[in-house]
């Protein structure tokens, strides 16, 4: 059918163990049973002999991947399996325009469910994730649809969903100021969709929490190499200030690759 051309289909190391999907031999039985009628991967394993089941969803009218399982057997084939148990799971939600925070299937959280020994119990983690919307503007609302605002990681929505007892996912819903010293990460960007400001692990100067802004600023040599060839010379630079009023200026080569990373308490210009 020609669905799983130029997918992967196994990988083997240097033991000779093999990851693969569908099949781990047959390669017309690996696009039958690994892949979905859209070519997407539907079943994988692992030299551990484990199986991995991929679920896709419409979100939006775009089918998009939003469940990873992970399984392990005691005993027989996956043709034919016994004892077959759950060992992890990774759901995937997505944002629709209607939603606030995010756009047509824009990630909104990731959940990692893991079974514990005692039985039915799983330590279950979410990590969340907010967009810009609306119309781009310098100060008021710096970022374009689909451009990630703010990050929560597993910890930091533990923290919030705890702060009033009750587990009940509260943060999707929260406003920013009280969302904020829980964030991991939190971007702004100037017109050309480049970020210009950004702070991590809470440090957002409020509620108390340390101020942990960083800017960034782009420059061009304004004279880019012209002859033939590569011209091992720096075409770019990005000029970080750091909260403690040093600089990390990052030059970059006419091809985009990195080349000397300079870090100074004096301002580069």
């Known amino acids: ?156 929505t533990r923290a919030f969903d705890w702060a009033d007892t009750t587990f009940d996912a509260d943060y999707v819903g929260a406003s920013e100021s009280t969302l904020k010293p829980y964030a991991a990460a939190y971007f702004e960007y100037n017109v050309d969709r480049q970020i210009n400001e950004a702070w991590f692990n809470g440090e957002c100067g409020c509620s108390g929490a340390g101020n942990g802004v960083h800017t960034f600023a782009y420059d061009t040599t304004g004279s880019p190499p012209a002859g033939a060839g590569y011209d091992a010379v720096w075409e770019r630079r990005t000029v970080v200030t750091r909260p403690d009023a040093t600089y990390v200026i990052q030059y970059f080569d006419e091809t985009g690759g990195p080349l000397s990373r300079v870090i100074m308490n004096e301002s580069p210009s």
């Open 1 to 156: 059918s020609n669905k799983a051309d130029w997918q992967i289909w196994k990988i083997e190391d240097a033991a000779g163990t093999v990851a693969f999907v569908g099949h781990a031999t047959t390669a017309s039985t690996a696009v039958t049973d690994g892949f979905t009628a859209e070519g997407f991967i539907s079943k994988a394993y692992d030299s551990a002999d484990r199986r991995y089941s991929y679920t896709y969803t419409t979100v939006a009218g775009t089918k998009v991947l939003t469940q990873v399982k992970a399984e392990t057997k005691t005993s027989g084939t996956w043709a034919s399996p016994s004892g077959v148990a759950e060992v992890g799971k990774v759901d995937y939600d997505y944002y629709v325009d209607a939603d606030t925070y995010g756009g047509d299937r824009d990630l909104e959280t990731i959940t990692i469910t893991t079974p514990l020994t005692d039985s039915g119990i799983s330590s279950t983690r979410v990590k969340y994730f907010r967009y810009w919307e609306g119309t781009f503007h310098a100060t008021t609302n710096p970022g374009y649809p689909h451009l990630i605002q703010y990050i929560v990681d597993y910890e930091g």
